[in-house]
Nanobody, 122 residues
Framework: QVQLVESGGGLVQAGGSLRLSCLAS????????MGWFRQAPGKEREFVAR????????YYADSVKGRFTISRDNAKKVVYLQVNSLKPEDTAVYYC???????????????WGQGTQVTVSS
């Protein structure tokens, strides 16, 4: 089992950057694939990025390719999402999640953080 806590969100202008962090507690962090998802007001939660247990494989939603970067440090039990060139449509609550599989599907993720708000002004 793993517990996840996100941080690093905030209010930025379009074109700005943030680094979101997800700090994990638990004894098996390195056994989980990790993902980032986001949910905008009135919208369904959607996939953003994922990373394998080893960190060697990553995958991104088309909407964020070239702008967002997911990474992890298993020794420190942290997964990051560097978000650059932010757009107003990136405004959402961002969640990290842990999965026993490598997937973009929300129902494959067992553990979720509380979310961190990212707001991008135009």
């Amino acid at each position: 089992q793993v517990q996840l806590v996100e941080s690093g969100g905030g209010l930025v202008q379009a074109g700005g950057s943030l680094r979101l962090s997800c700090l994990a507690s638990g004894r098996a962090f390195g056994s989980y694939a990790m993902g980032w998802f986001r949910q905008a007001p009135g919208k369904e939660r959607e996939f953003v990025a994922r990373i394998r247990t080893s960190g060697e494989r990553t995958y991104y939603a088309d909407s964020v390719k070239g702008r967002f970067t997911i990474s992890r440090d298993n020794a420190k039990k942290v997964v990051y999402l560097q978000v650059n060139s932010l757009k107003p449509e990136d405004t959402a609550v961002y969640y990290c999640a842990a999965s026993n599989t490598y997937s973009s599907q929300q129902d494959e993720y067992t553990y979720w953080g509380q979310g961190t708000q990212v707001t991008v002004s135009s």
